[in-house]
């Protein structure tokens, strides 16, 4: 099978501070000589280095990577919004992007007039538009506002209507960034379906998404970018794994940083009767253990010092994902285990047969409180767990790793 798009060694590098934002930049950049310049000067970096793939007449292709990758400029290099330094891209057949899908709106102008002016900016001539016009309309949902100039349309109304006119073109090839985010689920659907029918009719579709189903759902290859570079390109089920552990270990790397810059601020009260000297993270045979995975059993040794006889102390376990959002928590006490009085060093050990957390970035606050929980003697909240990302079915958003099972009857 021949291909749509070929994307030979391309590199394009910018300047800090340099943004080009819409297709209003588009027309500058068509008459702009390329920059065969491949050194950095002062404040320029390289947005995409060295990059290349070629895409097959009607393949549905994912293209995944953190924030800064180089998506979304790869993107507009295919849509010709810029430039490439270096390198060579080739485009078989009729592109239609939806990247800024109001880029060639005009806010004075009624949205009937924006649908022409859009369309014709997208390539579609007038007789084209005539016939498609009442489907754009309706697919958008702004048909009571359509002769009200786009000036007093919701953000979500302007975002729907540059969606529908976009989607209607009946491309050859389709480069999408994240614009099925637009308006409420409902639209979103529709946004998803629609993509769906052009991928049945045969169209080429790029796809950038943090949504790990949808890309799923309709890649089957995607490629991962990090830093402007490829680091995976494959079977979304190779991939998409290996994206979320690159995203695990960047926002593990921002918690230590918080963490450590925290923990210089604030100051141990050395005249706490009892004190968390040191945790350690175990295997089972005791050996240290840094990367975890679902199901593998927890266990943390506590090593703690009290400085003077404290009655009873209850010892506390939170784990807390990335985003603030508290797991679990696990009482000394409520397992049965009642200490008496302590003095001197003590070793306490903290297990989970079975961790069923999904994978993700979770920090462990260690904490110990007096018999009765009205006050803690000491906060410790500098240790990291980290679940990594090696079966499928455990992406997303869901804090546990369910074990269920589904019958029929």
């Known amino acids: 099978m021949s291909n749509a798009i070929e994307f030979t060694n391309v590199w394009k590098k910018f300047k800090k501070g340099e943004k080009i934002n819409s297709l209003r930049d588009a027309i500058p950049n068509l008459f702009k000589r390329k920059d065969r310049n491949l050194t950095l000067e002062e404040r320029e970096f390289w947005a995409v280095k060295d990059v290349s793939f070629n895409i097959e007449k009607g393949g549905v292709i994912g293209i995944m990577g953190p924030n800064g990758a180089g998506k979304s400029t790869i993107l507009k290099l295919l849509s010709r919004i810029i430039v490439p330094n270096e390198g060579s891209i080739k485009i078989i057949g009729r592109l239609s992007a939806l990247i800024e899908v109001t880029a060639g709106f005009h806010s004075e102008l009624t949205g009937r007039e924006n649908v022409y002016l859009n369309a014709t900016i997208l390539?579609?001539?007038?007789?084209?538009?005539?016939?498609?016009f009442d489907d754009i309309v309706e697919f958008s949902g702004v048909r009571e506002f359509i002769d009200t100039p786009v000036k007093r349309y919701s953000s979500g109304m302007y975002s729907r209507l540059g969606f529908s006119?976009?989607?209607h073109m009946e491309p050859d090839i389709l480069l999408v960034d994240e614009v099925l985010s637009v308006g409420d689920i409902a639209f979103q659907a529709k946004c998803a379906q629609k993509i769906r029918e052009l991928l049945h009719s045969g169209a080429t579709i790029v796809l950038v998404s943090h949504q790990l189903d949808m890309i799923q759902s309709l890649c089957k290859r995607v490629i991962l970018l990090r830093r402007g570079e490829v680091v995976m390109d494959g079977d979304v089920d190779e991939v998409i794994p290996h994206y979320q552990n690159i995203v695990n270990h960047e926002i593990e790397a921002e918690m230590k940083g918080k963490l450590g810059s925290n923990a210089e601020k604030v100051k141990v009260d050395t005249s706490s009767a009892i004190e968390i000297k040191n945790v350690r993270m175990v295997k089972s045979d005791g050996a240290p253990q840094e990367n975890f995975s679902?199901?593998?059993a927890l266990h943390f040794i506590i090593n703690v010092t009290a400085r003077e006889e404290v009655e009873s102390p209850i010892f506390k376990v939170d784990i807390v994902r990335s985003d603030g959002v508290l797991c679990c928590s696990s009482f000394s006490d409520k397992t049965g285990l009642i200490l008496g009085?302590?003095?001197?060093?003590?070793?306490m050990n903290f297990v989970m047969d079975k961790l069923l957390l999904t994978p993700s970035i979770y920090m462990v606050k260690f904490s110990v409180w007096d018999k009765n929980k009205i006050h803690s003697y000491h906060v410790r909240n500098q240790d990291i767990l980290r679940i990594d990302m090696d079966q499928m079915e455990y992406r997303g958003g869901p804090v546990l790793a369910l074990e269920a099972k589904w019958s029929v009857s």
């Open 165 to 167: 006119v976009a989607a």
């Open 123 to 132: 390539g579609m001539r007038k007789k084209e538009i005539d016939a498609k």
């Open 341 to 347: 009085n302590v003095k001197g060093d003590l070793t």
């Open 294 to 296: 679902v199901g593998d």
